[in-house]
């Protein structure tokens, strides 16, 4: 069983930064891919980044590349979203998520253990 509690949300104004942070219960953190999601409400789920840290694999969607970053500390088993030059359209509650299939952290309909969320909201 894999745990995840995410933290680090908060209100922000545009233009702005804010760091996530996913910490991740499990003695075997180099099996999992642990990926960052999004929901706004009346939106689908969004898939906005995911790491296997064991196998170097990383992955942004399109709406975040090049303001997204995500990394990992595995002595720490922690995953981080540096969220830099944030938009209103990414207000949303952000969730972080994990499964075993390492080699396939971008395929973001495999996720089945989750966190429960946190908020992030950007004033414009």
């Known amino acids: 069983e894999v745990q995840l509690v995410e933290s680090g949300g908060g209100l922000v104004q545009a233009g702005g930064s804010l760091r996530l942070s996913c910490a991740v219960s499990?003695?075997?953190?180099?099996?999992?891919?642990i990926g960052w999601f999004r929901q706004a409400p009346g939106k689908e789920r969004e898939g906005v980044s995911c790491i296997s840290s064991s196998i170097g694999q990383i992955h942004y969607a399109d709406s975040v590349k090049g303001r997204f970053t995500i990394s990992s500390d595995n002595a720490k088993n922690t995953v981080y979203l540096q969220m830099n030059n944030l938009k209103p359209e990414d207000s949303a509650v952000y969730y972080c998520a994990a499964h075993r299939a390492k080699y396939y952290c971008s395929n973001y309909n495999w996720y089945d253990y989750w966190g429960q969320g946190t908020q992030v909201t950007v004033s414009s």
């Open positions: 499990t003695y075997t953190f180099d099996d999992y891919a």
